[in-house]
Each structure stands twice: as structure tokens, then as C-alpha cells.
């Protein structure tokens, strides 16, 4: 599916990205490296990992296109 995605909240940061885009935009380190704790130390079944994967990295970018690249921080 590569509908549109609004990923924003003002109307002045307002960018709408579709599924393709969130899905190949790069893991911030710290959350590539929860993913790897949630795979190897909490040993969470590939379907989950895959699963937090998605939604961390919708969230991720979501915060980047609202509040800018540099704009935010863990």
C-alpha cells in the first residue's frame, strides 16, 4: 500500500509521506539498537521485532517531518 501518510500536526510543518518512504527511511541508532536488545536479550519472536520495527520507524519519521531531522532528540 503506498497510500499517503500525514505525518504531521501545524499546517506550517505539514508534509505528507507515503508508506514507501517511511518504510525505506533509516533506524535512528538508538532505536536500531533497542530493536536488536527486544531480539536478542528479550529473544521477542520475529513477528513482534517486525512489528515494533514499523511503528518505531513511522514514529521516527514522523517527528522528523514535524519537527525537522536535527529537531528532536531521544
Known amino acids: 500500500n503506498d497510500d499517503p501518510v500525514e505525518l504531521a500536526g501545524a499546517d506550517r ?3 505528507v509521506l507515503t508508506m514507501s518512504e ?8 538508538e532505536i536500531a539498537e533497542f530493536l ?3 531480539e536478542k536479550a528479550r529473544d521477542l519472536s520475529p513477528n513482534t521485532v517486525s512489528a515494533y520495527t514499523r511503528d518505531l520507524r513511522e514514529f521516527s519519521t ?13
Open 22 to 29: 517511511v518504510s525505506n527511511t533509516p533506524l535512528p541508532t
Open 36 to 38: 536488536v536488545h527486544l
Open 13 to 15: 510543518h505539514r508534509r
Open 62 to 74: 514522523g517527528l522528523a517531518a514535524t519537527h525537522g531531522e536535527a529537531g528532536w532528540q531521544w
